[in-house]
């Protein structure tokens, strides 16, 4: 062989063996994908949001950097969720994060058996088939929940407080969802220990508030709000129609509460979405889901309005405020 041709050949060669570690290295370093699919909208999710990237970047991933986050936003309609799922499993991501267990969890496991899935905040996944049990889901499904012992009897206890006299309860639910339906048969049954009369005050859609409203003036003395992506996002009108209506509100989340409604106790939900992080580092590193046990709550907030108190012409105890673990004035 000439030795043109065979300095070529030595420095081809060369070349190729230089490049391949290199392909190699690339693959081996390429960025994990989370998708991340939420029933609600982000700007109503900035803080929970927030709280999921602090919650990675405590765990050493940056969005950007090591990792990637797909945000699929459903803004309130269930029925998108289901073609956002099937979109991330196509793109066939690392995990795909769900917000809530009724219906995002369950549409993205309606498409996908391999892909790990963390649930963030939401209900029971052994009652909706997710898991096999909380300690050992098995399956492909792990992650943090909001349930917890009673809490529909815990809050209403804690309104008693606040309204000794209460006799009749509305409560405002989205019938269109399931778990909601679920939360409104918790609460009658806790509303059945206390003695009080339930009244209904179904939507199935953003413009059913004002005439719900209209229904409860002078048939119900408080309002349950249930939580979901619907009451959620019109939180603040809610706020301003129960209070239009002279009706203080009790509801799941401090948001409300933030948005003009009066008192709200439940699990920490930006703690919840942290936490999750821990899940999706787990994965990331090799665990399958399946062998995660399942998490529930461990920060519960009672926050009050104050300021909606007095609009109400409400006189909170001391004692409660004192509980209160923020009290906004």
């Not at 196509?90 to 993205?108: D, K, P």
């Not at 936490?275 to 907030?301: H, Y």
Request: proline letters at 5%.
């Amino acid at each position: 062989m000439p030795d043109v041709r065979r300095r070529e050949l030595i420095a081809l060669l060369g070349g190729a063996a230089a490049v391949w570690p290199l392909a190699g290295r690339a693959q081996q370093a390429a960025v994990p994908v989370v998708g991340f699919l939420n029933w609600g909208s982000a700007a109503s999710n900035r803080l929970l949001v927030a709280a999921f990237r602090q919650g990675l970047a405590e765990v050493g991933y940056i969005d950007g950097q090591n990792v990637t986050i797909e945000f699929r936003w459903a803004e309130g309609d269930y029925g998108r969720l289901s073609a956002m799922a099937t979109d991330l499993a196509q793109r066939q991501v690392a995990v795909i994060v769900a917000s809530g267990t009724s219906g995002t969890a369950l549409a993205v496991k309606a498409v996908t058996s391999t892909i790990p899935i963390v649930v963030m905040a939401g209900g029971d996944p052994v009652k909706y088939g997710l898991a096999a049990s909380l300690n050992r889901p098995g399956g492909n499904v792990t992650g943090v929940t909001a349930i917890a012992t009673d809490l529909a009897g815990k809050r209403l206890d804690l309104l008693r407080e606040v309204l000794p006299d209460l006799r009749t309860l509305a409560v405002l639910a989205n019938v269109g969802f399931a778990g909601a339906v679920q939360e409104t048969a918790e609460v009658r049954q806790a509303a059945g220990k206390f003695g009080l009369e339930v009244v209904p005050a179904d939507l199935r859609r953003a413009e059913d508030l004002a005439l719900a409203f209209d229904a409860l003036k002078g048939r119900a003395e408080a309002v349950y709000v249930c939580g979901d992506a619907l009451t959620q996002s019109h939180r603040v009108r809610i706020s301003a129609l129960a209070l239009d209506a002279r009706l203080p509100t009790l509801c799941s989340s401090r948001e409300f509460v933030d948005a003009g409604g009066m008192l709200s106790y439940g699990p920490n939900f930006p703690d919840l979405f942290r936490r999750s992080a821990e899940f999706v580092d787990k994965i990331l590193r090799g665990a399958k889901p399946g062998d995660i046990p399942v998490e529930q709550p461990t920060k519960f907030d009672l926050v009050i309005n104050l300021k909606t108190g007095k609009a109400l012409g409400l006189t909170i105890p001391e004692t409660f405020l004192a509980r209160a673990d923020e009290v906004i004035e």
